[in-house]
């Protein structure tokens, strides 16, 4: 009996100590990359042997470095190889599917998931919504990034070349010229804002509220699109909305492990 009731404390003892150990891991950021003992003592209420003694643990694994010099710690490459695990491996239609069915069911709107390819937006995954009368998406075929929404709120996070080349696209193809600087002050307040409103511009008598979507490198990897009819959108929906759309999208960049 006494050695059950040993083996049992020696298991929370363990447990703890990796909870502890971790929490150290979290201490880091992007503001403070490096900390000292004092830091990790202020931050986590744990005393300075028991910091002391995880630190030098967590060194030993090669999960954190020393600077001798100055006596502080910071993250080692390990976790660059870490990173690129979690990145190679990520799916993000995988991780926006339920974010997407959530907001469906919350607003009775298609959402959709849109990605940039050969200066077109993709739609790769919808869920559509359940008013009688929908906004109708289909998936994989290219639109243009031009009209709407949820083209504009990618181009918006291109560069100024890449703009150009899509505007020049269009006035070949559809012989209708643009005023680049209104369309330009157009982008930069998308990117300001965080999101793209659009009413009777791809679609007549359609509506979309689309906001970005990032990778951990802070790189635009797709957008989140609310769409349905212009004439159900009104003044509350459409704070409401975007409210959502723009809380949609920082979920589904944090599960790509974007840090904002």
Do not use: H
């Not at 090669?62 to 990520?90: A, H, P, W």
């Not at 100024?160 to 330009?184: G, H, P, Q, T, Y």
Request: charged share 30%; proline share 2%; with cysteine.
């Amino acid at each position: 009996m006494k050695l059950q009731v040993k083996s049992m404390t020696k298991t929370i003892e363990t447990v703890q100590s990796v909870e502890r150990a971790v929490d150290l891991l979290f201490c880091f950021s992007l503001n403070e990359p490096e900390l000292s003992v004092n830091d990790f003592v202020n931050k986590t209420g744990l005393n300075r042997t028991t910091v002391f003694r995880l630190l030098t643990s967590l060194k030993e694994k090669n999960l954190i470095v020393k600077d001798e010099d100055r006596g502080t710690y910071r993250l080692s490459l390990t976790f660059v190889g870490f990173s690129q695990i979690v990145s190679e491996n990520l799916d993000i239609r995988k991780e926006a599917l339920p974010e997407l069915k959530k907001l469906s069911l919350l607003t009775k709107e298609t959402v959709s998931l849109n990605v940039l390819q050969s200066n077109r937006r993709i739609c790769v995954e919808k869920a559509d919504g359940s008013e009688d009368i929908r906004q109708f998406v289909k998936l994989g075929y290219p639109y243009p990034l031009v009209k709407g929404a949820s083209g504009k709120v990618l181009l918006a996070q291109c560069e100024e070349s890449v703009i150009d080349e899509v505007l020049d696209e269009w006035e070949e193809m559809n012989a209708e010229a643009f005023d680049r600087s209104d369309v330009k002050e157009e982008l930069q307040e998308i990117r300001d804002s965080g999101y793209c409103l659009s009413k009777n511009d791809r679609v007549l008598g359609a509506y979309s509220i689309s906001t970005p979507i990032f990778n951990m490198q802070g790189e635009l990897i797709g957008g989140l699109s609310i769409s349905g009819l212009a004439m159900r959108l009104t003044e509350e929906k459409e704070q409401e909305f975007i409210s959502k759309a723009i809380q949609g999208a920082r979920e589904i960049s944090r599960k790509m492990g974007y840090l904002s």
